[in-house]
């Protein structure tokens, strides 16, 4: 089947919020401490006794399509190695930005729609973090 695409799932949805992340903890000492204190939070059980489970398995496209099924939030943040991130914004975060909104999600920058960006070189870097509407805009209010 090379040449193809298969269809999957028609007119599938994101759910507007879900209880996975997908973060590099690894460079968790990298991240502004407004990341971190996000991530905290997630880690912690709160008045539903339940926290956010970590899935990441650094690939894009596997952690994007659990998250795309799923809910919840994907990220590759900004940081003190990589100042504007380390994904590139045509080819690949303006790509999945497209096909998160089309199923109702959101991706973001931290400061605006992906797909409001307007490139200024080909291999741009941005941050990325997608997934859940609920989950991005969260986020966004920590980050703000």
């Known amino acids: 089947m090379y040449g193809e695409f298969v269809l999957t799932q028609e007119n599938m949805q994101t759910p507007k919020a879900g209880k996975i ?7 968790y000492q990298l991240w502004d401490d407004n990341l971190k204190k996000y991530i905290d ?5 709160g008045p ?11 690939s894009l496209v596997g952690d994007f ?35 998160v909104e089309q199923a109702g999600g959101k991706g973001s920058d931290e400061r605006q729609r992906v797909l409001d960006i307007t ?6 870097r941005v941050p990325l973090y997608i997934g859940s509407v609920e989950e991005v805009e969260k986020l966004e209010k920590y980050l703000a």
């Open 41 to 45: 939070d997630l880690k912690d059980p």
């Open 21 to 27: 992340y997908a973060f590099n903890e690894g460079n």
């Open 65 to 99: 399509h659990r998250t795309l099924l799923y809910g919840g939030i994907y990220g590759y943040p900004r940081d003190k190695k990589s100042k504007n991130g380390k994904l590139r914004l045509l080819y690949e975060c303006a790509p999945m930005s497209f096909i």
């Open 48 to 58: 539903s006794g339940k926290p956010y489970s970590a899935r990441y398995i650094g």
């Open 119 to 124: 490139p200024t070189e080909i291999h741009q």
